[in-house]
């Protein structure tokens, strides 16, 4: 019996499952990383401290969240390095944008505080720059797998091989 949901799988473009793939892969990591990075920070700024609550396992999602909306930041034809090097640094802004003021909001970093924020920033730059290499990695994979899959169809003189 033939999958029920293989026939979404026909009515979905490559591109947009590509896409679609891409976020959840995302979404994963900065999940993990923040969880990761939060776990460091906590012990660093609040040991023990009544303070952190339960509430940060639905934040820290949320924020992931809000931080792979920025994928939509990226164009999908092709372009320049400087143009990409000018998207990353805007995403990266972006980034700081949101989780600093998701910190503020639900007060993971207390105001005037300079070593929550450096710690803050130094974290999300991590993250930031391990999820990049892995995305990066991953649509240099990507497009190797595509250019073959091509020089087949070249050689084959236009047929799927």
Known sequence: MKDK???MENMMPESIRRWIREILLTFCMVTTGSVLVSAAY???FWPGDPRVSVDILWQLPLIAFVCCLGNFFYTRREVGR??????KFLHYLYIIVVVLGGGYHFGWIERGNLPMLAVMAFGILVVFAVVSAVVWNWHKKETQRLNSKL????AGGGRTV
């Open 151 to 154: 020089q087949e169809y070249q």
């Open 42 to 44: 906590i012990k660093v």
């Open 5 to 7: 949901c293989s026939g």
């Open 82 to 87: 400087t143009s990409i090097l000018c998207w």
